[in-house]
């Protein structure tokens, strides 16, 4: 009930950046390292007045102290990649969440580069949504991906791709 199945990891973050409802003036943070499938979606938001703020990675990484720096009261949603695709750094996800989540933010994860080499568990590290395809570590065929959204979140993204099988 919280998984879909979908064609690339760009199709999840385009999901949630175009399925949230971000006002102008809201704010996305993100790094400046990140890979396209995970900055591109967020930068189209720029169109609709979303300030699509960046960490500038990989110089200073987003840990959580530099997170909390970087966080404003108009922040709603942090979006990482778990392992960054050009230096191979791994983020620690559980402490990036508690950060993003006392200031009251939605923690979207790119996980690609990592899952299927690295135990992952969207619970234990407080990941509200996290979107991959699997033709990395998991050996997939390219065109299978996935997009996971915890169900205490699915409410807060509106379905922006309907179809039958979208309805009850």
Known sequence: AEIAMLRNTSDGATILAQGLDLQPGD???TNRNEFGAN???WLALRKRG???RFVDAPRERMTPDVLARALTARTRAVAVSW???DAG???DLAALAEVTHRAGALFFVDAIQGLGAFPF???AMGVDACFAG???WLMALQAVSFLYVRASVMERIALILPGWRSVS
């Open 121 to 123: 568990d969207v619970n």
């Open 134 to 136: 699997g033709a990395k």
């Open 50 to 52: 979303v300030d699509v």
């Open 83 to 85: 392992v960054s695709f």
């Open 27 to 29: 704010e996305i943070l």
């Open 39 to 41: 900055a591109y979606p």
């Open 89 to 91: 750094y791994r983020h």
